[in-house]
């Protein structure tokens, strides 16, 4: 029979065993949080969750997008993708542009590059917090030498090349403004919605929205949005006047939900 014997130099005084306890307890509390801080969440909606939002496009929609926005909260921390955008400014629709981004909810980070048809700059970056509360731009045309240059993103620069300011972009903005709206538009009984879906379009199972406001009151009197029933969330939106011709049309496509984008993404227009 083999004796076990332990070696006395090996042993550890009390004092070391409670630090080594301590450590180990320490590893054991603060593991866990930090993983989980970076295990991908999924954007796929359950099928309960797919049918409580086509429940409740049916009875309340103020309702529906506070359930819309608060499962974004839960489940998305970033994403890529390709946005589609054509927009009416100065009385004029630009010509359709294809922009590859990333973006970033906290803190609030944008970054675009123009594939076809870019207005005014082909680049832009913009970081909250950063660069002096301004965006990045790389502009196109005469200046195109020019690394970068600063523009106020809710400026009279900027929104000449664009309706809306960077600062708004994503599906949680999307969501928020659609709701604020909806809210005031019902308080004065002025809203009228229309619910079609779930149906197929471009590939995609959606649900349809149809928003009609009095014309004059309102920024855009004609909504339609598209839910992309597999996210949940609004991935076409397009607004019109009162006469049917376009104001702006949105879509996102090709997108990829929490990649994990870090500071590096967002570090410089290259």
Not at 46 to 72: C, M, S, V, W
Request: with cysteine.
């Amino acid at each position: 029979m083999k004796t076990h014997v332990a070696n006395s130099n090996n042993r550890k005084t009390p004092a070391a065993q409670r630090i080594a306890a301590v450590c180990i307890l320490s590893t054991l509390l603060l593991t866990p949080m930090f993983a989980n801080a970076q295990e991908p969440t999924t954007v796929t909606a359950t099928p309960e969750e797919q049918q409580k939002a086509i429940q409740l496009a049916g009875q309340d929609h103020a309702a529906l997008l506070n359930f819309l926005i608060d499962r974004y909260d839960r489940n998305v921390r970033d994403y890529t993708g390709t946005f589609l955008k054509q927009e009416k400014i100065d009385g004029k629709l630009t010509p359709n542009q294809k922009i590859a981004f990333k973006f970033r909810q906290q803190p609030f980070s944008v970054f675009m590059e123009w594939l076809e048809n870019p207005v005014g700059a082909d680049k832009i970056l913009y970081v909250e917090g950063q660069n002096d509360g301004k965006m990045l731009a790389h502009p196109t045309g005469l200046i195109s030498w020019v690394k970068s240059v600063k523009i106020d993103p809710e400026g009279r620069q900027a929104t000449k090349s664009s309706l809306y300011p960077v600062t708004r972009f994503g599906f949680r903005s999307n969501l928020v403004q659609t709701l604020e709206v909806y809210r005031d538009a019902a308080e004065k009984d002025h809203a009228q919605i229309a619910f079609t879906g779930p149906e197929t379009v471009a590939g995609r199972q959606v649900l349809t929205f149809e928003r009609t406001l009095p014309h004059g009151q309102y920024e855009n009197p004609r909504l339609t949005v598209r839910l992309d029933l597999e996210y949940l969330l609004p991935t076409e939106i397009i607004a019109t006047d009162q006469n049917g011709d376009l104001i702006s049309h949105y879509t996102y496509t090709d997108l990829n939900f929490n990649t994990n984008l870090t500071d590096q993404d967002f570090a410089g227009l290259n």
